[in-house]
């Protein structure tokens, strides 16, 4: 083998292990942008749509989708050039973090829903319930009429 061979193996294993270093650099920063357990557990509020609203703020995934992305990237560059003995735990690691991320984002969004919803479903409360004590103050003056009617008749 020529020394030209053993460099270009050398550079290429370097170059296969600095790709490695890479994807698994990208994936902690974007395991490190996910929100922490207690930060979704734990919010405090004086109302239930507070309460929302602080749940909606810590699903914020942050630069994990961007990490992700380049942790991707880097995986496939590697791949392609075939630079990585094993690289199966990279690509469920990959997986792992981008289900994690996306169940994030869809929590986040479903909680966005709600949040919006709630206030409309207050005000569709405080209207039934403002129509039903009126209802209850109309059959109110019907049956006070009744009764006095019914004594102006007994009077008589």
Partial sequence: MSQSTLDDDELFGEAASEIREDVESSLESARASLPEADDIWDVEADNTLGVLNALRSAFDVGDAEEELRDAK????????????????????????????????????????????????????????????????????????????????????
């Fill in 73 to 156: 990237k880097w995986y496939t560059m590697g791949e392609r050039a075939d630079a990585f003995e094993d690289a199966d735990d990279l690509a469920e690691e990959i997986e792992t973090v981008g289900e994690l991320v996306e169940d994030v984002e869809d929590a986040k969004e479903q909680v966005g829903d709600l949040a919006s919803t709630v206030p409309q479903l207050r005000s569709q409360l405080e209207e039934f319930e403002a129509e039903s004590e009126a209802a209850e103050d109309d059959d109110a003056d019907v049956d006070a009429d009744a009764d006095a009617d019914a004594e102006a008749e007994a009077e008589a």
